[in-house]
């Protein structure tokens, strides 16, 4: 069976602010950018080997505000300690602090940011089990 390829696409009134997040903190490769594609500017970052990505698009003229709660996550599972470490860090490097999580949940082995539009990203040092 084939895997399909997920995009969470998202709109953001601070597409700069939100790909120094993305790429520049939490360490995802800038895949393909657009500008003036039938209005909207747009970036997808991940990783290449990944069977997802983000996008993010800004339409001048429109605003679309920030996260409705503190509970929209993106949550990564990164198993090992070194590597999650080293994510945590590179995100506190560049200016990203660690923030409460809304769901306790999630500080118990993990770490929670905020990206500029208020939307929160979990670093969890654990196996995604099901």
Request: some cysteine; glycine content about 8%; aromatic content about 14%.
């Amino acid at each position: 069976m084939l895997i399909p390829k997920l995009r969470v696409a998202r709109p953001t009134d601070n597409l700069a602010a939100v790909v120094r997040f993305y790429r520049d903190g939490l360490g995802l490769t800038e895949l393909a950018y657009f500008t003036a594609h039938n209005g909207f500017d747009g970036v997808m970052l991940g990783l290449p080997e990944a069977p997802y990505h983000l996008e993010f698009t800004h339409q001048p003229g429109h605003t679309v505000g920030r996260a409705p709660t503190a509970d929209n996550l993106l949550v990564f599972y990164l198993p090992d300690a070194a590597q999650w470490q080293a994510a945590v860090q590179r995100l506190q490097d560049h200016g990203y602090p660690p923030v409460p999580s809304y769901n306790v949940y999630w500080d118990q082995q993990g770490c929670t940011f905020e990206d500029p539009d208020g939307y929160r990203v979990v670093l969890q040092q654990a196996e995604w089990k099901l």
